[in-house]
């Protein structure tokens, strides 16, 4: 599986956009790029799946760049509610038999402040 | 539609005990997974089960078993309760197949050895 690279922590204000950068250097031909949500004393929450290019959701948004070796997501103009730990995941999937195992890190600290 | 639920919220086991875990996976959801989560740490896949039968395994010793039933709840049972097993437990839910990496995931049960 490759492995991600994505910062500590980061520190925002509300109304900002926040974008957090995950490098996967090693990212094979078939593998799909995820980031999940966790508030504190919460299970992850799926925000968004992409391949290559940009992927929009209400949520946020996804840019792969052609190379496909970091992706970047961005939360449009955050809020005090958006403090998170946000994980980037990287990983082939299973088309049958099973569901997708996923790979967490220790992800990126968001701490959105007034 | 109901989501992932997770029973007991928390527990307090001695070491060398035995302990089980049960979720209940979202309506209609076939494949449930189950994660460790230490604090500060990303989640860790334990193992997955899909149509009653283990789909999966991670980096966990063989004291860590479980099981799906045909309503596709599951358990999560571990033995010989080590320190180390005082972790927040995830499980997850998903339908199989296809390219998502969308898994559904309940609050977790809070376990702590002593």
Same mark, same amino acid.
């Given at each position: 599986?490759?492995?991600?690279?994505?910062?500590?922590?980061?520190?925002?204000?509300?109304?900002?956009?926040?974008?957090?950068?995950?490098?996967?250097?090693?990212?094979?031909?078939?593998?799909?790029?995820?980031?999940?949500?966790?508030?504190?004393?919460?299970?992850?929450?799926?925000?968004?799946?992409?391949?290559?290019?940009?992927?929009?959701?209400?949520?946020?948004?996804?840019?792969?760049?052609?190379?496909?070796?970091?992706?970047?997501?961005?939360?449009?103009?955050?809020?005090?509610?958006?403090?998170?730990?946000?994980?980037?995941?990287?990983?082939?999937?299973?088309?049958?038999? /099973?569901?997708?195992?996923?790979?967490?890190?220790? /992800?990126?600290?968001?701490?959105?402040?007034? | 539609?109901?989501? !992932?639920?997770?029973?007991?919220?928390?527990?307090?086991?001695?070491?060398?005990? +035995? @302990?089980?875990?049960?979720?209940?996976? +979202?309506?209609?959801?076939?494949? !449930?997974?189950?994660?460790?989560?230490?604090?500060? +740490?990303?989640?860790?896949?334990?193992?997955?089960?899909?149509?009653?039968?283990? =789909?999966?395994?991670?980096?966990?010793?063989?004291?860590?078993?479980?099981?799906?039933?045909? =309503?596709?709840?599951?358990?999560?049972? @571990? =033995?010989?309760?080590?320190?180390?097993?005082?972790?927040?437990?995830?499980?997850?839910?998903?339908?199989?197949?296809? @390219?998502?990496?969308?898994?559904?995931?309940?609050?977790?049960?809070?376990?702590? !050895?002593?």
């Amino acid at each position: 599986l490759a492995k991600t690279t994505q910062p500590i922590s980061m520190d925002s204000y509300e109304g900002q956009e926040v974008n957090i950068t995950c490098s996967h250097n090693n990212i094979a031909t078939n593998d799909y790029i995820t980031w999940y949500q966790q508030f504190p004393s919460q299970g992850p929450r799926f925000i968004i799946q992409g391949y290559k290019t940009k992927v929009t959701n209400e949520v946020a948004s996804l840019f792969i760049p052609a190379d496909r070796k970091s992706s970047t997501l961005s939360l449009p103009r955050v809020s005090l509610s958006d403090t998170a730990v946000y994980y980037c995941l990287v990983g082939p999937s299973i088309l049958t038999g /099973g569901g997708n195992k996923l790979t967490f890190g220790t /992800g990126t600290q968001l701490k959105v402040e007034l | 539609e109901t989501g !992932v639920t997770q029973s007991p919220t928390h527990l307090i086991k001695t070491r060398g005990q +035995q @302990v089980t875990l049960r979720c209940s996976s +979202q309506s209609g959801h076939n494949t !449930v997974s189950w994660y460790q989560q230490a604090l500060g +740490q990303g989640p860790q896949f334990i193992f997955q089960y899909y149509r009653e039968e283990e =789909n999966g395994r991670g980096n966990f010793p063989p004291r860590f078993s479980g099981l799906q039933f045909p =309503n596709y709840s599951s358990e999560l049972n @571990v =033995n010989a309760l080590e320190l180390d097993d005082s972790a927040l437990y995830l499980c997850a839910s998903s339908l199989a197949g296809g @390219v998502s990496y969308e898994q559904y995931f309940g609050p977790g049960t809070r376990l702590t !050895v002593t």
